[in-house]
């Protein structure tokens, strides 16, 4: 009987300081501190503290190629991109295989950040920096480095340390005698908070703290850099290692730096449309249940108080809130190179012609550029058209500004006649619950925003008010924890041998681990045996047998990948699948290598299609979202059966073995038998010729009597 389990796949674990680190390694990240359609690429060799120096790097705007090359810091700038167009960048690796990130679109406002590395993830790799054909150049500056927790062989576990800067190590006079804040969120949903001054080298270290992975720590700080300049810093949340300590830098801009403020608090919250001045304005998203309080509460060492409390109200309307729809068509009527666009909607199902729109076409690739960009606005009717010229060369992207927010088309050509494009366009007509909170900030001063909905405690992150701005934050009202897979099987012999990627994302602030209980579990489905996980993750995840996985340790912020495989049986041409699904399944996938003949019974409300590649025919559920506390049921039938005589050959072999055996038994217990009663047989006859000699003697009674004894005992034996 075999059994194959198909190989395990690529498979990456992070330091636990660095998780955050590593889960955003190709994912783009909001920059609102660059230039509207900027798209920074920052290249390393597995640490952010090794950048790649000279490497080129490639973005695909809208399927174009852009290339630029990395500077002394590792980065790629790509500017005056169009807002909304699909971007992704890529960069060869040391083994010239292609690095890259994953498709996404330019946001409205803002720039975008990202990294990709070239070397496996390796935060707590020192040295010099890895060049891609410009050589080394030193130490990232530590602004560059600031608010990314990295594990420090050589601190003692359970330490955590930060050192302050105005982004220059050399500094003769670092920042003393500062109060840094490190703010503890707990899996058990407690939460601390411990204020540590910086020395005279402007470090300052926090002691004792929690190995286990079930906290995740926020260290934060004020830096007055002079001239109403006060940055504000804050790292990424650390979930420490057992075995290392942990450092973090947190750096403002040089002295001498003419740039604005630092507010690091725009790594998690957009701080556009901040409220004025001495307010805190709590924004919700989600499930909001307006019927419940929302908290603002001040944090100290030794006592957490309740700021202010109330209910959330739908905010303002945002316009720049909008959400478009833009379909451009061929019109023969119109002339080559002649663009015509109308712009219609307005307020939720509102639907007229919006005048005033700008409008920008553009051609999409870089050496293009110097055609130049058409510009128009739309009139009373909605109505703008918009002459390119004959000599222009596409394909081209339209850009229109509806209430502020810049979207883009998809690439469109217009050189062989004109075309019209069709926009609607609607945004809400007010804004999303908040909650808004008066605060005259003092020096020291921590705050959380939290709330119950639900049943569910939620917080927002930890920060720190300063006077001359106001601050925005955010409660998410999501799930606590939502559990994806992607997997692929196939039919091999009398097995369903399936493997793939599972993936959980930790909604909050804190580390999640299940109450009265040594570890999340991740069901598999009924039946199944062989579970196997990748080599690399099994310091986090353990197979229980007729279980499934267990991640052993708490789930730190973000998300937690790990790879597995195991086997279902294959049962008269047929495989039941049966999983149970705790967590509920968002936006999963699967897909079954296709024999001829199988059939699938897909679970309710999930729907499959067949798809032909070159690595076979498929049959793939492309999503998989199922509610919590449910089970995702299926049937595969119409398998290919192994033939007759390999069922039945094996079962008569066995029968026969068993006859064998027992033939074997038998005639040994009668070999051992028949051997007893010869032997008492001759006894009895010698006893006998004996006993007749005595009485014809008449000598020895008591020879007699033993005599008579034994022969009763042989007679009764037999």
Known sequence: MKRVLVALMLASTVAPANAQTAAAIGKPLDAPDLATGTVSVRVIAGSPSNPVIGIEVTLLVNGTPRMARTDEAGRAFFKDLPTGVQVQAKVLDEDKKEVQSIPFALPAQGGTRLMLTTRP??????????????????MPNPRQMSGEPRPEQSDPAGTMTARLTFDDFADTTPPANVPVALVGYHADDKIDLQVVNSDDKGRATFK???????????AMTLLDRGGGKLERLISVPAVL??????????????RTSTEPAVDDLTRFEKQEGAPAAGKVRVTLEGGVDGNMNVSLVELTPTERRVFGTAKPQAGPPDPSQVQAQADFKDDTTLAPNTVRVRVHGGINDTDGPIEGIAVNISPTATFQQEQGQIDGKTDASGVVTIDLGKDAVGPFVATLTINGKPLSSKPFEA??????????????SEGKPQVEFDVVPRPGQVFFAETVMHGVLYRSLPFQPVPERGTRVSLFIFPRVLFTFSLTSRVDDEYLAVNGRFEISNNAWAPYAPKDSDGLMIPLPKGFIGGLVAEKDQGDVAIVPGEGYRIVRPLAPGNKQFHGAFSLPVKNGEVSWKLDLPLGSFNSGMEILQPPGMLVQ????????????????????????ILPKQAMVMKLSGLPQPPGWKVWMPRIVGVLVILIILTGIGATIWRKRG???????ER???????????ERSGKDAKRREKIMAELESLWDAA
């Open 208 to 218: 004792g703290l929690d190995r286990t992975g079930a906290t995740s720590y926020f």
């Open 675 to 681: 051997q007893s009663d010869s032997e008492r047989e």
């Open 121 to 138: 993830w390796n935060p707590g790799a020192g040295g010099g920096m890895a060049g891609g054909g410009a050589g080394g150049a030193g």
């Open 241 to 254: 290692d057992s075995r290392v300590g942990v450092r973090v830098i947190l750096s403002g801009e040089k």
């Open 415 to 428: 050189s062989k006649n004109g075309g019209e494009f069709e926009v609607e366009a609607h945004w809400a």
């Open 684 to 694: 009895r006859q010698k006893l006998l010729d004996e006993l007749v000699q005595l």
């Open 602 to 625: 897909t679970p309710p409300g999930v729907n499959g299609q067949t798809m032909t590649v070159p690595q076979g025919t498929f049959f793939v559920l492309p999503t998989i979202s």
